[in-house]
């Protein structure tokens, strides 16, 4: 008998062993074949899967053509799963003409353009405000021009951003006094996929509201002052009273409502006022979060949210169980002490600057042996790079590490802030000899 097929669509390489995941489970746990369908698979990509599909989701004609490779194994596609923000409503499409259940295509393209959520959240800005979710004012930007026309609009600030680039890539926040001419020139290498300019959103605090569809809990977003505002951790559980909890929540769901999200995953950025009432959608997404988020929740919940994803997509899922957190858990981006071109070969062999900065850091606060532990660690590339110490966007950072704490007395945000100073003076002592700054950009 043939087995039935999972079909992923898509998905970013960072997230490989995710994708190595998803597929273990779906063997083991449906007796399923896998395959994948991206651009320029790559033979890691035929190592991950039984079967891959060499298709660009961006393509205009994506889901026909797919439709067409695919369509002799209708019968045998019983599940589908897109993972990607450039397949989130071409995917959906796909899985939608093979007869395959999945959240709804046609309002996913807030999922993947900022401008249209813009845009769907206008449709409906009366019903968001009476929620006391604010809409920030947004135009698309393709010239100088219309950059000086939305500045004098906004004198106290606004933030310019790629409409379509993740990861933090490409966002300046402009303040009074700025050059615009500057500011245009640090976007222009985005003006292809389109670029935004979006009234400042006036609130500090940013969490994600994350899950997969009822399933939801807050993630604790930390982000860097200044004028490139990256993000440098992820905090799970976050720690919000119970009437923050509620307007995040709140949030959240509208955004799910935009974009059509209803049984699959969610990432949805959200701002937060100081007095806890209001609240603001940075961005939504219908994928898991970046940044080891799934990851946390499973050293903090004890539950797989992955194997939850396929078993839900084959129909089989359980009810959402409550989720009661059992430690505290931490992704923190590490960057560099001074400009520098790196790579991971600068390290000296046997070096562990990972394990020796929390250790420090656990010395440092007065934690019991044990409290802190290393969760994960990875170098963010192998290739050498150049990297600023002060990160312009996440591509400025040399690595990645998670680490869990069990046990009170401390706030867990006390130490993502020691670890990171602890950091660039572990990797120093780790390193063979300096390097400058390659090229500067």
Avoid at 111 to 126: I, M, P
Wanted: glycine share 8%.
């Amino acid at each position: 008998m043939t087995r039935p097929i999972l079909l992923i669509v898509d998905y970013n390489l960072s997230r490989v062993d995710e994708v190595r995941h998803l597929r273990d489970h779906a063997r083991e746990r449906h007796g399923a074949r896998v395959v994948l369908v991206r651009a320029d698979p790559t033979e890691l990509d035929r190592r991950i899967a039984d079967e891959v599909i060499d298709l660009d989701p961006l393509r205009d004609d994506f889901a026909e053509m797919g439709e067409k490779l695919l369509g002799d194994r209708r019968e045998h596609i019983k599940a589908g799963i897109v993972f990607s923000d450039n397949a989130v409503r071409s995917g959906a499409e796909l899985l939608e003409r093979l007869g395959v259940t999945v959240d709804a295509s046609r309002p996913a393209g807030g999922a993947f353009s900022k401008y249209l959520y813009r845009l769907s959240e206008a449709r409906v800005a009366d019903l968001l405000r009476a929620q006391r979710v604010m809409v920030p004012a947004c135009a698309e930007i393709a010239s100088l021009d219309q950059l000086r026309t939305f500045a004098a609009e906004h004198p106290e600030g606004f933030v310019v951003k790629p409409a379509t680039e993740g990861n933090n890539r490409g966002v300046v926040v402009v303040r009074p006094g700025d050059d615009l001419t500057a500011v245009f020139a640090e976007v222009l290498p985005y003006r292809d996929g389109g670029v935004i300019a979006e009234e400042l959103i006036p609130y500090r605090r940013e969490y994600s509201f994350d899950g997969l569809g009822p399933l939801e809990f807050l993630t604790e977003k930390i982000s860097a002052p200044g004028r490139y505002p990256v993000e440098i951790a992820q905090v799970l559980p976050a720690r919000v009273a119970e009437h923050e909890r509620a307007t995040l929540v709140r949030a959240g769901r509208q955004a799910n409502l935009l974009v059509g999200q209803c049984d699959g995953p969610f990432h949805n950025e959200v701002k937060l006022s100081d007095d806890g009432l209001r609240a603001a959608v940075v961005e939504p997404n219908r994928r898991p979060g970046g940044m080891r988020i799934w990851s946390l929740a499973r050293w903090v919940y004890g539950l797989d949210l992955h194997r939850l994803w396929v078993d839900t997509a084959f129909g089989t899922a359980p009810g959402a169980p409550e989720l009661v957190p059992g430690c505290a858990a931490a992704t923190v981006l590490l960057g560099v002490a001074t400009d520098r071109s790196f790579s991971p070969d600068d390290v000296t062999a046997g070096a562990d600057p990972f394990a020796d900065a929390v250790r420090r850091t656990a010395e440092r606060l007065g934690l019991a042996e044990g409290a802190l532990t290393v969760a994960e660690f990875s170098w963010l590339s192998p290739q050498r790079r150049d990297l600023h110490a002060v990160a312009r966007d996440n591509a400025d950072f040399a690595a990645q590490g998670c680490v869990v704490l069990r046990g009170g007395g401390v706030d867990l945000r006390t130490v993502v802030h020691a670890l990171r100073e602890a950091w660039p003076h572990a990797l120093d002592r780790a390193l063979r000899a300096p390097a400058p700054l390659r090229n500067a950009r």
